[in-house]
């Protein structure tokens, strides 16, 4: 009987588990985004904010606050997937567009910029390729972001 050396065992079936576990966020940021635009449109400000938290802890498993707090390739050195880059980079543009909901123009400026700044690394980091499969991932789970300027 041919059994699999020791360590080896579980190590095949890591990035089917992991590809498991990303998809699953991806669809729960899927599942979140309805109620993201409606925490953003007819809600205070701090019960929107506290959405894309649990948003955040949902799909990532991670606090959003603690993950803004650093640079963009740092928190993208974190991911092992660019799923995952592109689900906060995706919550810090709902942050984006809740600040611009409130009128906290230079707020939602600031996280635009730093979602477009997480999205950059992601593609350097893991490869356009990747990334752009990723991309087409969230795409298609999560559904297209609306304009943030009506047009």
């Given amino acids: 009987m041919n059994s699999p050396e020791p360590g080896n065992a579980i190590s095949g079936d890591m990035p089917v588990l992991r590809h498991a576990f990303v998809l699953q966020a ?8 309805a109620a993201l635009s409606r925490a953003r449109e007819g809600s205070p400000l701090e019960t929107g904010l506290q959405s894309i938290r649990e948003a955040c802890v949902a799909t990532l498993g991670m606090e959003f606050d603690t993950l803004t707090r650093f640079d963009a390739a740092s928190v993208v050195g974190l991911f092992s997937h660019p799923e995952q880059a592109r689900i906060l980079a995706r919550l810090v543009d709902e942050q984006a567009r809740l600040f611009a909901s409130h009128g906290r123009l230079h707020a939602a400026l600031e996280d635009s910029v730093y979602a477009g700044q997480l999205l950059a690394c992601s593609r350097q ?11 087409e991932t969230l795409r298609l789970e999560a559904g297209d972001p609306l304009p943030l300027v009506p047009g």
């Fill in 125 to 135: 980091r893991f490869g356009v390729p990747r990334d752009a499969r990723a991309a």
């Fill in 26 to 33: 991806v669809r729960e940021l899927g599942r979140f985004t």
